[in-house]
């Protein structure tokens, strides 16, 4: 075997696998975020890959907003019962019903899903989190360690983050603090295309390019449905989009996009002039330091 | 396509965003809808142009002060090669996480402000890129607007920094005059420096020869967890995972656990991918042995006749993180490779002078930010190697015992 035989995608995974490994190997009770988007799904198949032929040495954790879509979740549960994993729902809406969280006025449940999120990693004392979050991004995202320390409130300290060496994960808690842990942080959107596509991942038939009852909103199409109706003045259309990412369905975009395989969606990410957030998010458009200042909350 | 990750380093100020901004900029590596949030953060700040730094100082506090704080990274691709960026903190006070950039890089861009030239900063970052042994060196001369463009100038820098560099351990030096600012060499060649006959920063960062710095001589195997499946089919299988530090293992090699120093042969390689015939860094795989030997996280699988003796005594040069200073008799937590420990602090042999280079004797302690060689005694043995041969098995991180911060970083050195 000759180093180019191995590529930067297999170093990568190599890369990913270690970091997965390290989290099982040091913490007690480490939990994998899933969501059912296309970064957890990655993540969940390299630390499937990480502890064969054994199982996955630990539980999935979803944050259930309520505002899902429906592919989504429809995969996330074939995916627990092919791999017989074990799954911890924080779901929003109970959480809304005993009065935990309040609905916010604008029915966003982006920031009111951070304390469901911090209260379901104190119920199941996990102490660690792992995520599929990549630095590339978002730029307060692109600052975090790989292995990032919370305090015993889950909050992110950003001018105060451990050191980091090497591949020297350095994992010790107190009782009541965590880490949340990002094995694809050096991934880009295009690394995570074509790792689907190399491995030949499945993933939610929403990624890929179909045809949908979509509206114009701050120059985002906005799927209309359950969740999400047009405005005065907004008018539905039949349009054929794709999702580049999977978030609260409120607040997801879709980009318009013929891609309907993934070689297509490799050409089209390749070749795209917009971010994955800027031409989906709405979340991250409420200020310059929207995202910074939900991770010092205890978002992921 | 092969990967070049690099890190920026030198003073507050010297220009390190500004220029990796510059870069992305001028190679089309940013988003519109990045450069859009770039250009309105920059017009509320009533900055005249569209400040570039901004693309790094992606922090709030950051962009109040116009200063880094801590590590962006930045990803992009020519068609040449991948890159993965590392924009570090001039400022002292963030030393830790400079390191922190600098520790995985091949290459380090050391800026230095034409009009300044070298400081103290400078020569602090030129150390630690060399005691990290970062392959490539690049000094970048940077805001070469401001003092006429002139080759004198730059002359005069780069004999500043070879005299400097001399007595450290740079294998490969460039030097480029730049305006990061303006845009001259960083991925055009300037017009306005005819003098200059090298290429722009760009150019060298697609060519510079990245002779895989990959030791394929000396495996090193530190296992990291053991799998077994519990399950009845599987009732046997014994696997020990882990990413090879260096060398190359093949099925059949006969191999030797450490430090209990049993023997066996591996009986099979599981990759991610489906089993393999053999495995080299910086794979991350799973062995299996021919025999039942007792084998654990924290331990080493070698070849026979090639292995580390296990050690207590551990020799290092460290760069201390903490302003609560390193004292002789002080207890730490410590990381090497797989294997967690305690160690104390036997002796301090010398601080670094980072202006100098002198070796100074007579300390008692490290400071934040110091630089300097120490004993330590440790709980377990440890298997090192010599930094230079191994960045994996010759590297540790110290932790504070009740902080849980990371307070040192440690390369175990020879001479
Ligand atoms: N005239 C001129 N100004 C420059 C040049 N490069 C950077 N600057 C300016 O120098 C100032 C500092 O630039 P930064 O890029 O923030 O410096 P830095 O090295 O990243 O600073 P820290 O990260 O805080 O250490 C800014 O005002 C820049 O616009 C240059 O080539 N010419
Ligand atoms: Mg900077």
Redesign the interface.
Known sequence: MTATSFSQLDALEAEAIHIVREVVAQMERPALLFSGGKDSIVLLHIALKAFAPARLPMPLMHVDTGHNFPEVIDYRDRVVEQYDLNLVVGSVPDAIERGFVREEPNGSRNRIQTPVLLDTIEKNKFDACMGGARRDEEKARAKERVFSFRDDFGQWDPRNQRPELWSLYNGRVHQGESIRVFPLSNWTELDIWDYINSRGIEVPSIYMAHERDVFHRDGMWMAANEFCQPREGEMIERRTVRYRTVGDATLTAAVLSDADTVDKIIAETAATRLTERGATRGDDRVSEAAMEDRKKEGYF | ???LRFATAGSVDDGKSTLIGRLLYDSKSI????LD?VEA?SKARGTEYTDLAL??D????E?EQGIT???????FATPKR?F?IADTPGHQQYT??M??GA??ADLAIILVDARKGMTEQSRRHATLSSLLRVPHIVLAVNKMDLVGWSEERFNEIYAEFTEFAAKLDVPDLTAIPMSALLGDNVVDRSVNMPWYGGGSLMHHLEHVHIA?D?NLQDVRFPV??V?????NE?HD?RGF???VASG?IKVGDEVMALPSGMTSRVAAI?G?GGP???A?P???VTLRLEDEIDVS?GDVICRVGNHPEPTQDVDATICW?DSDALTVGRKL?I?HT?R?ARAMVKDIAYELDVNTLHREKDVTELGLNAIGRVKLRVTTPLLLDDYADN??TG???L?DEAT???VG?GVVREH
């Open positions: 396509m092969d990967l988003f519109e809808d990045q949030a953060a693309l790094t992606g922090l709030r506090a962009r704080i801590d590590v962006a990274y930045r990803y991948k993965i830790r996480n390191v922190t520790s995985t895989s990959r990291q967890y799998i077994r499946p519990m399950r599987l299988y995972a882990g990413q190359i599981d991610p393999l015939e053999a080299q910086p794979m991350s996280r993180m937590g990381l797989t967690m960045r994996t590297s540790f991180i932790i849980n911060r990371t970083a």
